[in-house]
């Protein structure tokens, strides 16, 4: 009696769980990087959304605000 690896249904086996846990450690890694730098929403719509608040809370006067603003949409194209 052989007692080898069988017939090549073993191999694609191990290729597929070596493949599996390489996405794995990509997929923490990502997800760490994406902790680290603030999320997915780190870009221009939170900046406006600083702006609103800090108008909001009567820091930028109207004028400033939408100079702001006009240089978010110009800066992120």
């Known amino acids: 009696m052989m007692w080898g690896y069988g017939s090549g249904a073993t191999l694609w086996w191990m290729a597929g769980e070596s493949l599996i846990g390489v996405l794995v450690i990509v997929a923490v890694v990502v997800g760490?990087?994406?902790v680290m730098r603030?999320?997915?929403g780190n870009g221009a719509g939170s900046?406006?959304?600083i702006l609103e608040e800090r108008f909001?809370?009567?820091e930028?006067?109207?004028d400033e605000?939408?100079?702001r603003v006009a240089?978010?949409?110009t800066s992120h194209r």
Do not use: M
């Open 71 to 73: 240089a978010l949409k």
């Open 60 to 62: 930028l006067d109207e």
């Open 56 to 58: 909001a809370g009567g």
């Open 32 to 34: 760490v990087i994406l």
């Open 38 to 40: 603030g999320g997915l």
């Open 47 to 49: 900046a406006r959304r």
């Open 65 to 67: 605000f939408n100079r």
